[in-house]
């Protein structure tokens, strides 16, 4: 640090502690709320942070010490498709360097999921690409979602700064933060084409179906186990960004290395009772539990082979066993039923392994056993075995 003067320095991180877990930087004039949780909710919220001015002045100071900055702005992805909001641009990182240091302030924002996300550090035709070297910077490559942390205050050198007050396990969620949008312009392209079913059994299964899926991230997240959207949830997601009405269940997915034998007890525990198990551990297993209002929580175990993953299903009057088949993927964040939650990073990839290439079309009549485009055949139970591999409670 010999070629700037340390408190300069010091100065400048003070100031950008203060916007790194920024909470809602800007509000927008209203949110469009559309259907089944594709749009968002009207809301003009309180603004917590830096305001306009307050960063033109951090250029200013910045500037004026001897630093070029750069700014990366665009637009809020959750207002795609919305003309009067959409050309909206919002500041996602700042960039200012001198010499060969350079401070990087990434700006995070609240979501309604008690989460904080950032942007893609996405550079423009008109950036000098040299102007730092972008590659070596932890934050940008994708947007990211981060647990809201706690802060805490430190003293650096006699200047206060905040840090989170769990650092480990901020720095521990940075390798597994990629976060993906839910795609709202298409989804407000389908509901156009496929007007929601907005009857009042629908209306009450949406809100049912969104409570188990929230009650069953909470007991997971005691627990200590990943899981993510799998069949028509996933579907529904990234199709709609909701949940879908005619579905009648809530589909997760857990990989088999995650399962403990405490899930059923603590799922028992926060009211929702067994329905079904099939299958053991070491091979397909799949439990079902019962939700309030008739709705179902299936969570199928994934098992993993050299180059595909599969998870099973199993027919309770006939013993039959039967395997589906998807490509390897990688877990990514994303917002769902106001609450981050995994999905499969290959999303359309996963997807179309389940529902073929015209998931896009709405399907109402379903059979598990001969829809699915990766379903095969997988033997059958001994019948010695059923009592273990066939409960119905």
């Known amino acids: 640090m010999s070629r700037i003067n340390k408190n300069v320095i010091l100065a400048l991180l003070t100031l950008t502690s203060s916007a790194f877990l920024l909470f809602q930087l800007y509000y927008y004039k209203h949110y469009l709320s559309a259907k089944n949780g594709a749009g968002l909710s009207k809301s003009k919220g309180s603004r917590i942070g830096f305001d306009s001015i307050q960063w033109e002045g951090w250029f200013w100071i910045a500037e004026n010490t001897g630093f070029q900055c750069l700014k990366i702005e665009s637009k809020d992805p959750r207002l795609d498709g919305i003309d009067s909001l959409s050309g909206t641009e919002i500041p996602l990182h ?37 102007f730092v070297p972008f590659r070596k910077l932890q934050f940008g490559r994708y947007p990211g979602a981060f647990d809201r942390p706690e802060l805490q205050q430190i003293t650096v050198d006699g200047l206060e700064i905040l840090i989170p007050k769990d650092p480990m396990h901020f720095l521990e969620e940075m390798p597994h933060s990629r976060f993906i949008e839910c795609r709202y312009k298409e989804a407000r392209a389908f509901f156009q084409q ?28 005691k627990l200590g186990v990943r899981f993510w ?12 960004c909701g949940i879908i009405s005619y ?71 006939t013993g039959k066993k039967f395997k589906y088949l998807f490509p390897k993927f990688a877990l990514c964040w ?31 009549t379903w059979d598990w056993k001969r829809s699915p485009s990766n379903v095969q055949p997988n033997g059958i139970w001994p019948i010695s075995e059923w009592d273990e591999v066939i409960q119905l409670y």
Not at 342 to 360: D, H, Q, S
């Open 94 to 130: 700042y960039i200012c360097k001198v010499a060969t240091h350079a401070i990087h302030l990434v700006v995070f924002y609240e979501r309604s999921g008690n989460y904080l996300w950032h942007g893609h550090l996405r550079l423009k035709g008109h950036i000098d690409k040299k």
């Open 194 to 221: 496929h007007l929601e079913d907005s009857t009042v059994e629908a209306v009450a299964f949406r809100k049912s179906a969104k409570e188990v899926l929230q009650l069953a991230a909470k007991t997971l997240k």
């Open 229 to 240: 959207l799998s069949s028509g949830t996933c579907l529904g997601w990234y199709r709609q």
């Open 247 to 317: 579905s009648k269940d809530v589909d997760i997915g857990i990989f088999i290395q995650d399962y403990k034998s405490d899930i059923i007890p603590a799922f028992q525990d926060a009211g929702l009772p067994l329905k079904h198990k099939f299958g053991k551990v070491e091979d397909s297993l799949e439990l079902s539990f019962q939700g309030k209002d008739d709705v179902k929580l299936d969570i199928f175990f994934f098992y993993e082979e050299t180059d595909h993953v599969w998870n099973g299903g199993t027919q309770a009057k």
């Open 334 to 364: 994303t917002e769902f039923v106001d609450m981050k939650v995994r999905v499969p990073c290959e999303t359309v990839e996963y997807i179309e392994a389940n529902y073929g290439k015209t998931w896009k079309i709405p399907v109402k």
